[in-house]
């Protein structure tokens, strides 16, 4: 294999002490512009502070754009229907009409994104998922941090941290050399925690023996013929539920020697794009994203199963004769990495048990839904129909750091209550939580976990974004 090997019991080399150039000062500063650094962002700004948001690649939307993560899971309660074998809405097709739980930040993009015809609003329709276009994402994105004053760094890699446990501000790698901002209060939305393990908060990975959910290289394929496609389903209504199936026909090629892959299926969506799907099925396991050498055998290993996958679809698959690849992650999805230990751990008990708690800050209502971390299979438990469980406060404080809020992916709590708070609407609602928190701390020079949890909820709600009725009336 050509990726550069892990050296055993490499020496270690001393590095000459260096400095960087202070390239602000802020009240808050966003690191990550994934879906929680756009909540973080437009939370804290709208809460009236200075912000700026620093990422490592050059446009914003995190696994939503750079992994080309389509689409946005749902993000309204559960209401199970009967599932549909044969149907080819290639969107989920098992999902009633339930409330919407997250509101905020992410109403405001997706308004934005439907209004440009850059995504198509969650119905009954499309299985209360939100189908988008990942360039419009970004555009759409990069507009509303514009139009809120956020000042933007793009191409900065956040390596280390100004302070020792207080974090006041942070260090980040450019090709102007090391560049350092200093912020009152800083909101690590990296997706790994990669600011708060510089503030030394202790963290977890996956689950008890430390194995974590796959990566996925996702990919767009084009000149999709959907009537073809159909047709195919209709005779052969048991290869295929809503967005997934195809079983016999990837054993054949398995048997033929033409798929090597540890699933036993193949996953896609529709897009906003009639002539379009979005392969979610290359599946490399025990790897992890904090980890340069796992990263390497990834990217290799997940683009040579695309190349797999797009062949099998066009030789097997009536619709994709003519089909092509016309675009593929910038880097290989990252489902699970670091979580912190905060304040309060999320549990799979607090998500399926709908839990609520008074110092909630945001709900989700998506599954638990962990992809085998060995090999075939996937694990959904849905929450009680109706219900939603509240995120807590505490979940975002990181132990043995001040200064700093944590949102998004990382935020603690356990594997299995990861695999529901991480998707994009819950990870928006917990970022926004977050850049509100930053920004009240700094307003009265408070630490964050000081504050007094009534204020964020106000201003939460104030900013739109969705709450327990009964806090609302608290709050
Ligand atoms: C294959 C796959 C399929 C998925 N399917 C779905 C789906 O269908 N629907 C859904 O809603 N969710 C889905 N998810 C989950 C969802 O995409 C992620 O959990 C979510 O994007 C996490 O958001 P985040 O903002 O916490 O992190 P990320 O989206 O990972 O964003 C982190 C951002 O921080 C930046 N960054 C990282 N480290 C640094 C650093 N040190 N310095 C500066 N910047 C940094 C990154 O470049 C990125 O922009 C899927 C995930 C994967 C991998």
Redesign the pocket.
């Given at each position: 294999m050509p990726t550069l090997k892990r050296p055993d019991d490499a020496p270690t080399v001393e590095l000459p002490p260096r400095q960087a150039v202070l390239a602000g000062d802020t009240d808050v500063l966003v690191?990550?512009?994934?879906?929680?650094?756009?909540g973080a962002a437009l939370g804290a700004v709208q809460a009236g502070a200075r912000v700026i948001l620093?990422?490592?690649?050059g446009f914003?939307?995190?696994?939503?754009t750079?992994?080309l993560?389509?689409?946005?899971?749902s993000f309204h309660t559960q209401m199970p229907t009967k599932e549909r074998r044969g149907a080819t809405t290639l969107l989920p097709t098992d999902h009633g009409p339930g409330e919407a739980v997250v509101g905020g930040v992410l109403a405001t993009l997706l308004t934005r994104l439907v209004g440009v015809g850059g995504a198509i609003p969650p119905t009954l329709a499309t299985g209360y998922?939100v189908p988008f276009d990942p360039e419009w994402f970004k555009l759409v994105a990069l507009d509303l941090l514009d139009e809120a004053g956020v000042q933007l760094l793009f191409h900065?890699?956040?390596?280390g941290i100004l302070g020792d446990n207080k974090v006041e501000g942070v260090v980040?790698e450019t090709k102007s050399g090391p560049l350092a901002i200093r912020a009152k209060v800083t909101v690590d939305?990296?997706?790994?925690a990669?600011?708060a393990v510089q503030a030394g908060t202790p963290t977890e990975v996956g689950r008890i023996d430390g194995l974590v959910q796959p990566?996925?290289?996702?990919f767009r394929m084009a000149e999709f013929h959907r009537a073809a496609f159909e047709q195919y389903v209709k005779d052969n209504p048991a290869q295929w539920r809503g967005v997934h199936g195809l079983w016999d026909l990837v054993r054949k090629a398995t048997e033929a020697g033409e798929l090597k892959l540890p699933r036993e299926d193949i996953l896609f969506?529709a897009t906003p794009h009639e002539g379009e799907v979005s392969v979610?099925s290359t599946r490399v396991t025990r790897v992890l994203g904090t980890d340069v050498w796992d990263l390497s055998y990834a990217e290799w290993m997940s683009r040579r199963q695309m190349r797999q996958i797009a062949e099998f679809l066009r030789r097997y698959v009536p619709g994709f004769e003519k089909s092509y690849v016309m675009q593929s992650g910038v880097n290989v999805?990252?489902?699970e990495t670091r979580r912190i230990v905060g304040d309060y751990q999320l549990t799979a008990d607090d998500v399926l048990s709908a839990r609520k708690f008074d110092d909630a800050i945001a709900r989700g209502a998506?599954p638990v839904d962990i992809h085998n971390p060995t090999g075939t299979g996937t694990i959904l438990k849905r929450l009680p129909p109706g219900e939603a469980y509240d995120i807590p406060l505490r979940s975002l404080m990181p132990r043995n750091a001040e200064g700093l809020v944590v949102?998004?992916?990382?935020i603690s709590g356990t594997h299995e209550a990861h695999s529901s708070y991480?998707?994009?609407?819950i990870?928006?609602a917990t970022?926004q939580a977050a850049g509100v928190t930053a920004a009240l701390a700094a307003r009265c020079g408070a630490r964050p976990r000081q504050l007094a949890v009534k204020d964020v909820q106000h201003e939460l709600l104030r900013q739109g974004a969705s709450l327990r009725k009964e806090l609302l009336k608290a709050a």
């Open positions: 690191v990550g512009g994934g879906p929680a650094g756009l620093a990422e490592r690649y914003l939307g995190g696994n939503a750079a992994a993560v389509m689409p946005l899971m998922v900065a890699f956040a390596s980040f939305c990296t997706g790994d990669d600011v990566m996925t290289l996702m969506f979610n999805g990252v489902r998506y949102a998004g992916r990382c991480r998707v994009m609407p990870v928006m970022g």
